[in-house]
């Protein structure tokens, strides 16, 4: 247990005042900040893709989110945009360390498109994002999270790796995703997943996004993510 106490009264977790229980049909709808809506365009979006629509509101309002969607459905976006928002919803922004906003996803690749795409839209607001996933030098690795972000983006494995080194902490975090839930458990990351969930604050802001939904994920969902709106689109397993 990590004594949070201190930091928590200080700490806005829900964005407050969105309306959940209404899909939005334009990012106008969402609220986003100029900066934000100017790097959307620049990423010629022009409207939000079905599970966007569907999922932005939710997870803008606070609430826990299962994703269920097939690849290519834009999925990224609806996790990254409103982790922005969140971000910048914080109060004490700058003065604790480790970031903010966790992301765990299967493979490195997939780690790098998603450090990717949270870079376009975090860099509208001076957020820094940190990649972490095996293939690139540890002790790098270990010099940019000491550096500091807000962000960080990961393989379970080499993120349990750099909190042993005690290169970041997960007080701060809030905003948990977790992608594609489905093949991290496949690839045998349970027990990782499971330890970096274990020490991210119970209140979190916690996402699940899976192709699928196979008996043992829907029991981790039951597990780490509370009272979750399940948004569905097109057709999946
Ligand atoms: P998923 O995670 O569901 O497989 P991605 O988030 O990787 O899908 O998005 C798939 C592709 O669609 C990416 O190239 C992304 O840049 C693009 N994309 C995402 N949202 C939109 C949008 N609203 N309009 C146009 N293209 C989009
Ligand atoms: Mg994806």
Redesign the pocket.
């Known amino acids: 247990e990590q004594d949070v106490s201190e930091y928590k009264k200080s700490l806005a977790i829900r964005v407050s005042g969105f309306d959940a229980s209404r899909p939005i049909k334009t990012f106008e709808d969402c609220g986003f900040s100029a900066e934000l809506m100017k790097a959307i365009a620049k990423?010629?979006?022009?409207?939000?893709?079905p599970?966007?629509c569907q999922a932005l509101p939710i997870v803008l309002s606070g609430r826990d989110a299962i994703g269920i969607?097939?690849?290519?459905?834009?999925?990224?976006?609806?996790f990254v945009l409103p982790m922005i928002v969140h971000i910048m919803d914080q109060p004490e922004l700058g003065k604790e360390e480790g970031p903010i906003g966790v992301v765990c996803a299967p493979t490195r690749e997939l780690a790098h498109?998603i450090y990717l795409?949270a870079k376009k839209f975090a860099k509208a607001h001076g957020i820094r994002v940190s990649a972490v996933y095996g293939g690139i030098s540890k002790l790098d690795q270990f010099k940019e999270l000491k550096a500091g972000c807000e962000i960080v983006v990961a393989t379970p494995g080499r993120l349990i790796d750099m909190i042993k080194m005690k290169a970041l902490t997960m007080l701060r975090a809030t905003y948990l995703v977790l992608?594609e839930a489905d093949r991290m458990f496949d690839l045998g990351f349970e027990p990782q997943i499971r330890s970096i969930v274990g020490q991210i604050r119970p209140d979190r802001q916690t996402l699940l996004?899976s192709a699928t939904m196979p008996r043992k994920v829907e029991k981790l969902a039951r597990e780490i993510l509370t009272d979750p709106v399940r948004i569905t689109v097109g057709e999946v397993g």
């Open positions: 990423q010629a979006y022009e409207k939000p893709t599970i966007q969607a097939k690849t290519g459905s834009g999925k990224t976006a609806s498109q795409e992608d996004f």
